[in-house]
């Protein structure tokens, strides 16, 4: 089982400010299986990135991602107040995923 | 519009058995996997399983294989999650979501279950 390790465990921004979650996995993941994920509190996660860089629909521009192998990186260009909340990367292969622990981004 | 929507919260007694239902609708339910999250209180998300809805194939997370059973009923656009046999640690929010290819695309609003003495 591939195991992903989300890096900071919390990233306390202003916002305006740009921030970079890292996504560390133990094994190579194929790029098309990795994908990050918002969840806010007491709701559902959703959806932001797939394809390790492809925007989901409907996700702004100022969400990007990038990386490949064990290295994969969620940026967000200018925090806007409803950006903040906690984001998962997540990874598929054999018919099994697994999801990083979870980066918070917090209010500064 | 595709949906996804889970059955109400629970409150259980350890020992009792549950089985807790999604049921897709706007989107052709038996071409797609549907997937179960954990997530317990103040942690993250864990992969549970997924079932295939065509033909109810299933495929565990090693950390839950035998711990829950995942099914489905095309018939009524409905998948599952059971335990037979429930303990405490079992209380958290369980998700439902669709798999699309190797990620999910829409999900559940979430069930509750609360599992205490």
């Known amino acids: 089982e591939i195991v992903l390790t989300q890096s900071p465990g919390t990233l306390s921004l202003s916002p305006g400010e740009r921030a970079t979650l890292s996504c560390r996995a133990s094994q190579t993941v194929r790029s098309s299986y990795l994908a990050w994920y918002q969840q806010k509190p007491g709701q559902a996660p959703r959806l932001l990135i797939y394809?390790?860089?492809s925007r989901a629909t409907g996700v702004p521009d100022r969400f990007s991602a990038s990386g490949s192998g064990t290295d994969f990186t969620l940026t967000i260009s200018r925090l806007e107040p409803e950006d903040f909340a906690v984001y998962y990367c997540q990874q598929y292969g054999n018919s099994v995923g697994t999801f990083g622990q979870g980066t918070k981004v917090e209010i500064k | 519009e595709v949906q996804l929507v889970q059955s109400g919260a629970e409150v259980k007694k350890p020992g009792e058995s549950l089985k807790i239902s999604c049921k897709g609708s706007?989107?052709?339910?038996?071409?797609?996997?549907i997937g179960w999250v954990r997530q317990m209180p103040g942690k993250g998300l864990e992969w549970m399983g997924i079932v295939y809805c065509g033909d109810s194939d299933t495929a565990y997370s090693p950390s839950f294989q035998g711990q829950v059973t995942i099914s489905a009923d095309k018939s009524i656009t409905t998948a599952y999650l059971q335990w037979n046999s429930l303990k405490a640690s079992d209380s958290a929010i369980y998700y439902c979501?669709?798999?699309?290819?190797?990620?999910?695309?829409?999900w559940g609003q979430g069930t509750l279950v609360t599992v205490s003495s």
């Open positions: 706007g989107y052709i339910f038996t071409n797609f996997w």
């Open positions: 394809g390790a860089s």
């Open positions: 979501a669709r798999l699309y290819g190797s990620f999910y695309d829409y």
